[in-house]
Structures are given as structure tokens and as C-alpha cells.
């Protein structure tokens, strides 16, 4: 079975609102950023690319790019300043920038400095990210904070990235914490929880290691890795009002990996 490819076809859901895309110069953060600007956002990438690539990138579907490195917390300051200086709000913050080096492993194997590089990218920077949008949302009365967890937040393997897996238990449990918090105020924060996502991430690491794409491979129900476009259509969803009841969740999009105990032949 394959995916079906993203037909073009729109809603304007989100027509008029502001949405900041961390790591939005690929992967999902790209397919995230294109899906909400055809959906009518005005869509802002901070990533750490160059800034003729970003620029490009963002001009492609008329949004702005600002070169951010999430884990600084200025950095972080300086993008939603941007956002809100350009486009008037903030109503989406879609919080996607993280790694998965090499030598993040076991637990044995993994030395502190990988582990705290991990935890920064991966988890600190969601810190700052909701940090200082949060202020902007309040003042708004309104917004959608859709940060990425990942299914290893809530499964173990025995293929471990342990501090990538500690990294997104991490996001997990601080957004379903902040959902809580500000429900009341009008801001909704969700985590996204993919399953394995056919990105340049994943593509590297199976590239060097047939063996590890085959025993996650055999896992998923529906008998292959997600695309991009696929997470960009849940994202679209979580940011846009047909979500609305929805809140402190970790929204699950895994193939059916989280569900299974065997799966089809």
C-alpha cells in the first residue's frame, strides 16, 4: 500500500491566522509550512538554514523566512517578534525543530554531551518555543500550540535513541501540562506523535542500516513509513478550529503501531 498524495485541495480553514513553522525548511516542518499557507495562513519558517535557502523555501508559498536556532532563547524571542511584526498575530505555533544523531543510542553507548545536545534541540527549544508565544496567544485570547512528540514517547525499543525517546517524553508530558494550564484561555496545545515518517532523517539513518528499517518496518499495520504530507494534514487539522474541543491530547498518527500486538502479513 502507498500514500496517497496530497490532492491540492483546500479548506481556508485557517484563513487570515499566523503560524510560526520551527524546522520548517524540510521534512515536515516544510510539508507542515506548504499544507497551513494552502490552507490561507500566513506562514512564518524559522530554521537554521541558510537564509537564501530559507528565503526561497518561504517565498514558494508567499511566506517569510527568519534564520532561528531554537536553542537560543533570543533566537526564539527575535522569531515571534518577526511573526508578529510582520503579520499582526501569532494563532498557530507549530514547535517540529529536533535531531536524532548518530550517536545518540543505548544507554551504554550514548555519552553526556550527545545526550544534552539531543535534549536542547529536542526538548529545551519547545521550552522556549511555548514560552514566549504563550504571552502573545494570551494576549490574543486565542491559539494553537502543536508541538512534536513522536510514538516513542509513549512505546520503548529496542533500537534506542534513549535520549531522543527521553527527549519526546519530555514534550508529551509538558504539553499535555500546558493544554491543561491555559484551556482556559483560549489556547489549545496538543502534541503530535508521529510514527516513523519517510524524511531525510529517517532516509540517512536506514540508508546505513537496512536492518533497523526492517525491524521497524514490520511493525506498522499499514505496512509502510508515513509521509510528510500526512503529518502536515494533522497538524492542519490540530491548528484549525475543527479541533477545537481538542486539547492536552497526544494526537497519535502511527499507522496503527501503537494499537498492534501482531501485525497483518
Not at 516542518?29 to 519558517?45: D, K, S
Not at 531522543?164 to 496538543?190: C, D, H, P, T, W
Not at 498518527?253 to 498492534?260: E, N, P
Request: hydrophobic share 40%.
Amino acid at each position: 500500500m502507498t500514500a496517497q498524495p496530497y490532492n491540492g485541495l483546500v479548506t481556508n480553514r485557517l484563513q487570515g491566522r499566523t503560524a510560526v513553522v520551527t524546522g520548517g525548511a524540510s521534512g515536515i516542518g516544510l510539508a507542515t509550512a506548504r499544507r497551513l499557507a494552502h490552507e490561507g495562513a500566513h506562514v512564518v519558517i524559522g530554521d537554521i538554514c541558510p537564509d537564501a535557502v530559507g528565503q526561497g523555501l518561504a517565498e514558494q508559498f508567499g511566506g517569510s523566512f527568519i534564520r532561528a536556532d531554537v536553542t537560543s532563547e533570543d533566537d526564539v524571542r527575535a522569531m515571534y517578534a518577526f511573526a508578529r511584526t510582520t503579520y499582526g498575530s501569532i494563532d498557530i505555533a507549530f514547535n517540529n525543530a529536533g535531531i536524532s544523531p548518530d550517536d545518540d543510542s543505548s544507554i551504554l553507548d550514548t555519552g553526556i554531551e550527545a545526550w544534552r545536545r539531543v535534549q536542547e534541540v529536542n526538548l529545551t527549544s519547545v521550552y522556549y518555543c511555548c514560552k514566549h508565544v504563550l504571552p502573545y496567544m494570551q494576549a490574543q485570547g486565542r491559539g494553537s500550540i502543536i508541538n512534536t512528540a513522536s510514538f516513542v514517547a509513549v512505546l520503548g525499543a529496542a533500537t534506542s535513541q534513549i535520549s531522543y525517546s527521553a527527549s519526546k517524553g519530555g514534550v508529551l508530558s509538558m504539553s499535555r501540562e500546558l493544554g491543561v494550564q491555559f484551556a482556559r484561555q483560549g489556547i489549545r496545545v496538543n502534541a503530535l506523535c508521529p510514527g516513523p515518517v519517510n524524511t531525510p532523517l529517517l532516509q540517512e539513518l536506514f540508508a546505513s542500516d537496512a536492518e533497523q528499517a526492517r525491524r521497524r518496518l514490520v511493525h506498522v499495520p499499514l505496512g509502510r513509513f508515513a509521509e510528510p504530507d500526512e503529518m502536515a494534514a494533522a497538524v492542519a487539522f490540530l491548528a484549525s478550529d475543527d479541533s477545537s474541543f481538542i486539547t492536552a491530547s497526544q494526537f497519535m498518527v502511527d499507522g496503527g503501531i501503537a494499537g498492534a500486538y501482531v501485525t497483518p502479513l
